[in-house]
């Protein structure tokens, strides 16, 4: 199974991008789907997760303005990303965890996203 993430480009500081991640099939037993960001010179951090039971987890300085989801159905992750600030500029990894007797991540390739005027 491949993650195959979508929804990236180019927006003006203030702008908004949504971002998703869909598998190339299905997923069982999964645990957590998330975002991570890696931009030049830094390393891959953590932006948003959201849990199979719906609870949610956001960098602090995404608070407020990104917002995970997930479509169980699909098994499918979101993030809509609003009032984007130039320092949002990185590439973005979604990854799904799956438990089935131990937690393995399925990563998707990346999407970059871009805030310039």
């Known amino acids: 199974v491949q993650l195959q993430a979508s929804g990236g480009g180019l927006v003006q500081p203030g702008g908004s991008l949504r971002l998703s991640c869909e598998p190339s099939?299905?997923?069982?037993?999964?645990?957590?789907m998330g975002w991570y960001r890696q931009a030049p010179g830094n390393q891959r951090e953590l932006v948003a997760t959201?849990?199979?039971?719906?609870?949610?987890n956001y960098a602090d300085s995404v608070k407020g303005r990104f917002t995970i989801s997930s479509d169980n159905a699909k098994d499918t992750v979101y993030l809509q990303m609003n009032s984007l600030k130039p320092e949002d500029t990185a590439v973005y990894y979604c990854?799904?965890?799956?438990?089935?007797?131990?937690?393995?991540?399925?990563w998707g390739q990346g999407t970059q996203v871009t805030v310039s005027s």
């Open positions: 099939g299905r997923l069982f037993n999964i645990k957590t």
């Open positions: 990854k799904i965890t799956v438990e089935v007797l131990r937690e393995y991540d399925y």
């Open positions: 959201i849990t199979s039971g719906g609870n949610t």
